[in-house]
Structure formats: structure tokens, C-alpha cells
RNA sequence: GGCAUCGUGGCCGAGUGGCUAGGCACAGCUCUGCAAAAGCUUGUACAGCGGUUCGAAUCCGCUCGAUGCCUCCA
């Protein structure tokens, strides 16, 4: 069970810029937090991406047996629209906009959320903390720092020193920059009279008397700056150090950048072990982005009611169209693309239904045992889901060449490869057959039975008049006939 | 302007110093009443220019181009 022990698994660590031997803190568990939506809009599909790349990962973490706890946040608490002073909360512009309560946006939201996230089939994360329900800690951590020395309070708002901070620590170690730099390319800022530093980032903003979201404090009424709350969620249920910490290559630079300032400024210890990216989902060569509108939504693909595609497309589909690529590349969402990746995620479903139904024989033409090593050692190379994809098409062929008595198979190793092939591609992968729970009813069985019945009779009969009219009507009807050496079977499209 | 990443055959997309991932499309063949499905075969692609090397698409340098971050963003 704990095949974590057995194989030996490589992560890139963007800290590092390398990848690395997976060696978790705790023998046999992990800790892992990615960050999670702000949920002022629906998700888009490049904010999915994100999230499916990690619940593969979270899969397959499972998958070798350890013992994952997997924290996902929600950030209801909403961000400031800038640094400057009038900045705005982003939730509570969209409350205002839309006339309802912060918490009503948040709600509502958070539900698409969930919803979407579901549909493309994510597990649910071992803890989904909110902003606004860690306050309170997020007020600690900044006293903290206060004590540390390397925050300032001014006029009701507090500011993390970076300057102060980098004496003793390297500010921007993870994304590649050097403070020095940074100022000296600083643009041209208005309205900062406030920090020190133009790279200085609030811990706490005090609250404009319109400003609806606020929170009493040492410093008082005002809201969480931008990066603390996932300071404060990460350590409270992982620890002050932790394996795992994931998110959008967007947040790399502030977001994490900060993060790793605040806790090392507040703890004196770096949070996370490895840092994990994953990178942006693109449509027409651009990322997708909310404020832009250069995006697409889930809703969107799956009905088919949008500009860029040419037909709807499962979530199935989606999910295999990112499973194709590795989560650490640039993705482009193209219809061309999704139809290529909807062919063949068909395929490697018939191909899973046909492998229950396969006559065994007395030996194999297909091993097995060195097939699934290989599919193990593409995962364990930073989880390189198109390289199993590939053996996985690898598996496909034999499976047909066995169908049509080309190769044979044991029981045996049919029922490892029926067992393998369900935990490649369900469980790690979470690529559900969709088609299978599609249309597949009894009446319906038997009226297909039927009319492949008669078109049999009709070709004995040398009838192929009616026989090609059933077969082309049928095919009209997105019902695709296929004779094979046992008799015709049909799939939908 | 700074930092970073990337540029692979018709499209998408892996990858390693020498042994041509894979998917889709295209072509030929087998099968078929004809098709479809399935199988087989073929495609000598690695932005450009230099360099290192017995050998580079993979290492180094330069040029060109694209993208991301530097301001909220997965």
C-alpha cells in the first residue's frame, strides 16, 4: 500500500529552479496548500487549471499512500484593487455594483466554485479555509512582525519593511529578483506617501468610512492586506514549515514572494519545501484573465454557447485536453486542439470498456509488469502526465490488437491491466467516462440491438439500400456502427 | 526598461548529448458488399547564426520572435 517507498518521485521545486527528490518532512505525509480563488466572479477556465493540475497531484500523492492533508483557501476577504490609498476592496466593489451584501457575492461565488470544480471532477481538499474566518490570525502574525521590527505602522494602516527584512533574509529568492534591482527600476508612483518603500506591501489597510468589509484591531477598524491571509491559513494548519505550496505562476511575484517574507519574518523559519507552479492556461496566445476578459468559463465549453469553439465539449474532454500537456508548460485553448484531444480521450474510453470484454489465452503478447514501471516512472518525473497518456495509448493498442485476436493476454495480466489502467486514468488522472453514463439505458440497448439486427438481415440479404440507409441515419444521429469480427457494437459522439 | 520562461514536423504536445514520445489530421495497405472502426506502413521537425564536441534539436554565446511577472489576477 505505501508505494511511496518503491518509487521515487521528482519535483521541479521552483525555489530552486531544479527538480528535486521528493522527501517530505514527516515520513508518509505531506502538507499541502495551494492557493484558492478570490471569489468575487465565476471561475474561468484558466483559474481551473490550476486547481486540476493540483488535484491531479493530490491524486497521485494518495495514490503512493501518503497521508496528504490538502489546504485549498478561499479568499473572500477580497484584495485591493491597488496599493495606493484609494485602493478599493474588490468584493466590495462587486457588492456595490451589485447591490447585495459582500457576503451574499462571496456565497454565491464560492458555490459556482464548488460547482464547476465538480464537474470536472476534483476531489474536495482535506480543509477549505476562509479569509475572513482567520482574522484574528492574521491580526497575530502582524504583531509579530510589528515585534520583529520589520513592519511599520502608519496613519491606522500597517506595511511590511522590505528593506528591513532583507538585511537578514533575501527578499525575492524565489522569483529570481534582487531588491537592489527593484528599486532602482521602481516606476513612478502616486500616492504612496505612506510607505517607506514603494516595495513595501500592507499587512493591514486601514478602512475608509465607506469601506464595507472591516475588522476591529490593534490599529483600528480596517482589512487584511493582500498576502497574509494565506501566511496565516498555511502555518495554522501545516506548520510553520511544510512540503507543499502551489498556486498560479501569476502569484509567484508579490504573492509568494511575500508570503515567504512574512513567515520568515514572523517564525525566523522558511514556510515551504517545495514550491510548485503551475503554469497559465492561454486563449489566442494570450492568458486568460478576468480583468482583460480574454477568458473563457466552464459553462461556456460545455454548452457550446461561445465565439471561440466550434462545438460544445465535455468537461472529460477538458480535463484530458490539460492532462495532455504538462502543468508546468504554457497551455493554449484552441477548438482544433479540443477536438484532437476529444478523439482521442473516445478512443481510450472504448478501449477501457473493451478490456473487460477481451477472451484470454494461455500467455501474453503485452508485459505488463514493465508497461505499468513506465507509466509509474512518467509520474514520477514531476508528474509528467503526457508521457503516461502515452503509454496509456501504448496499452490501447494492445488492447485492440487482443480485440482482433492479433495478440493475446492472460487472465492474469488482463485483470492487472484492467486494474492499472482504472487507476492511471480514473484515479490519477480523474478522467471520468462520461459517454458510458450518457444514453446507455435498457430501452435503449434494445433498440439499438434491434435496428443492428435488421441491418444485419438486410446485408445477408444483400439489401444494401436499407442496410446503408440504417447505417447512415444512424450516423446523422451522431450513432456510429462498428462491424467487428464478433458482431457490430455502436458509440455515440 | 528589469526579471523569468519559451520558440519542436499540417495542428496540439513530450523529450534526451548519439538509440526518431504520444494524440489529431493526411497518404498507402489490410479488413469490409461499400464505408466506418481497428491494425500496419510512411512522414527525417526541432526559430536563425556561430561555437564546444567524434556527435547537439538537447550544452554555450549572439540575433530574432512570443509569453508571463514587475499593478488585482490560477
Request: hydrophobic letters at 25%; charged letters at 35%.
Given at each position: 500500500m505505501q508505494l511511496y517507498k518503491s518509487q521515487q518521485l521528482r519535483v521541479h521545486n521552483s525555489l530552486s529552479g531544479t527538480k528535486e527528490v521528493f522527501q517530505p518532512i514527516n515520513d508518509g505525509h505531506i502538507g499541502m496548500y495551494v492557493c484558492g480563488p478570490t471569489v468575487y466572479s465565476n471561475v474561468h477556465l484558466g483559474n481551473c487549471r490550476t486547481f486540476i493540475s493540483f488535484d491531479m497531484i493530490f491524486r497521485y500523492f494518495k495514490h503512493l499512500g501518503y497521508k496528504v492533508r490538502y489546504v485549498r483557501n478561499i479568499t473572500d476577504a477580497g484584495h485591493l484593487e491597488n496599493d495606493a490609498d484609494d485602493g478599493e476592496d474588490k468584493i466590495a466593489k462587486k457588492a456595490k455594483l451589485e447591490q447585495i451584501e459582500p457576503m451574499e457575492v462571496v456565497q454565491r461565488y464560492t458555490v459556482d466554485f464548488h460547482n464547476t470544480l465538480q464537474k470536472f471532477n476534483l476531489l474536495p481538499p482535506s480543509i477549505e479555509p476562509t479569509a475572513t474566518g482567520h482574522i484574528i490570525e492574521q491580526i497575530e502574525i502582524i504583531k509579530e512582525i510589528i515585534d520583529k521590527g520589520i513592519a511599520y505602522e502608519v496613519n491606522g494602516s500597517v506595511y511590511f519593511d522590505v528593506v528591513k527584512f532583507n538585511e537578514k533574509h533575501e527578499y525575492g529568492k524565489l522569483s529570481g529578483r534582487k531588491l537592489e534591482d527593484m528599486i532602482a527600476n521602481t516606476?513612478?508612483?502616486?500616492?504612496?506617501?505612506?510607505?517607506?518603500?514603494?516595495q513595501d506591501f500592507a499587512l493591514w489597510k486601514k478602512a475608509e468610512?465607506?469601506?464595507?468589509?472591516r475588522w476591529p484591531s490593534p490599529w483600528g477598524d480596517g482589512f487584511p492586506g493582500w498576502h497574509l491571509e494565506c501566511t496565516a491559513m498555511s502555518t495554522k494548519y501545516l506548520g510553520d514549515t511544510f512540503d507543499i505550496h502551489g498556486g498560479g505562476m501569476?502569484?509567484?511575484?508579490?504573492h509568494h514572494e511575500c508570503e515567504i517574507a512574512q513567515a520568515e519574518a514572523s517564525t525566523?523559519?522558511?514556510?515551504?519545501?517545495y514550491w510548485l507552479h503551475a503554469n497559465m492556461l492561454t486563449l489566442n496566445g494570450k492568458k486568460m484573465s478576468k480583468s482583460t476578459g480574454n477568458n473563457i468559463y466552464p459553462s461556456e465549453i460545455m454548452s457550446g454557447e461561445n465565439d471561440i469553439l466550434s462545438k460544445p465539449y465535455s468537461a472529460a474532454v477538458v480535463r484530458f485536453f490539460m492532462m495532455q500537456a504538462h502543468y508546468t508548460s504554457i497551455l493554449d485553448l484552441s477548438d482544433e486542439a479540443l477536438q484532437a484531444s476529444e478523439k482521442g480521450y473516445n478512443r481510450l474510453m472504448e478501449a477501457i470498456d473493451n478490456l473487460a470484454k477481451l477472451e484470454t489465452a494461455s500467455n501474453s503478447d503485452f508485459d505488463i509488469k514493465a508497461w505499468q514501471q513506465k507509466c509509474y516512472d512518467a509520474m514520477n518525473d514531476d508528474f509528467n502526465t503526457p508521457i503516461l497518456i502515452s503509454h496509456l495509448f501504448d496499452a490501447v493498442k494492445h488492447i485492440n490488437l487482443i480485440k482482433e485476436g492479433k495478440e493475446t493476454i492472460t487472465e492474469t495480466d488482463k485483470n492487472q491491466l484492467q486494474n492499472m489502467m482504472a487507476v492511471f486514468v480514473h484515479d490519477i488522472l480523474g478522467i471520468e467516462n462520461q459517454a458510458a453514463s450518457e444514453d446507455k439505458s435498457q430501452t435503449f440497448s434494445g433498440v439499438m440491438e434491434l435496428l443492428i439486427g435488421l441491418r444485419n438481415e438486410a446485408r445477408a440479404n444483400k439489401d444494401f439500400a436499407t442496410s446503408d440507409k440504417i447505417r447512415d441515419e444512424l450516423t446523422a444521429l451522431g450513432i456510429q456502427l462498428k462491424d467487428g469480427k464478433d458482431g457490430t457494437t455502436f458509440s455515440i459522439n
Open positions: 516606476r513612478e508612483l502616486t500616492a504612496q506617501d505612506e510607505k517607506r518603500n514603494p468610512p465607506q469601506h464595507i468589509m501569476d502569484l509567484k511575484f508579490p525566523g523559519k522558511s514556510p515551504v519545501k
